[in-house]
């Protein structure tokens, strides 16, 4: 995955986060070619890089919440939800590539890379066109 100016969410210090997400994704991704082509990929280099990104994503997402909490945003519960369930559900891909390793691997890229978009594209794009008026000079 690759960021586009369709990404941006209108806040610089949001938009290089995301960026920083797609580059550990990006990561993951290039374990999964590297599985798909026969070669052994060690479970606790995966298990490592998932644990990086769900931790810098733990940390974006309090910045978000952060922000969305300054501009006393409606919909930050339902944000905060919608943070909760995908940390959960990263934590579930997790268990499994600790169980199956790299065989998780094509499903996990899946799910970030559709997650991103996403999250992205629908849910942050619906409020930070007000917040990214609001963060302008």
């Known amino acids: 995955m690759e960021w586009d100016a369709k990404y941006s969410v209108g806040v610089d ?15 993951v991704e290039k374990m999964a070619q590297t599985a798909a082509a ?3 990929v060690p479970t606790a280099k995966i298990l490592e890089q998932v644990d990086l990104l769900a931790q810098y994503t733990q940390s974006h ?5 952060l922000l969305m909490s300054r501009h006393n945003m409606v919909d930050l519960s339902r944000h905060k939800a919608i943070h909760k ?5 990263v ?16 499903i996990l890229v899946k799910f970030l890379n559709e997650w991103l978009q996403t999250h992205i594209l629908g849910v942050d794009n619906s409020y930070t066109s007000i917040i990214g008026r609001r963060e302008s000079p």
């Open 13 to 27: 210090y949001l938009d290089n986060q995301h960026k920083k997400i797609i580059d550990y994704i990006n990561n």
């Open 38 to 40: 026969g070669i052994e």
């Open 61 to 65: 997402f309090a910045d978000e919440e």
């Open 85 to 89: 369930n995908l940390i959960n559900q």
């Open 91 to 106: 934590n579930t891909l997790r268990g499994k590539v600790n169980s199956h390793g790299a065989a998780v691997l094509p």
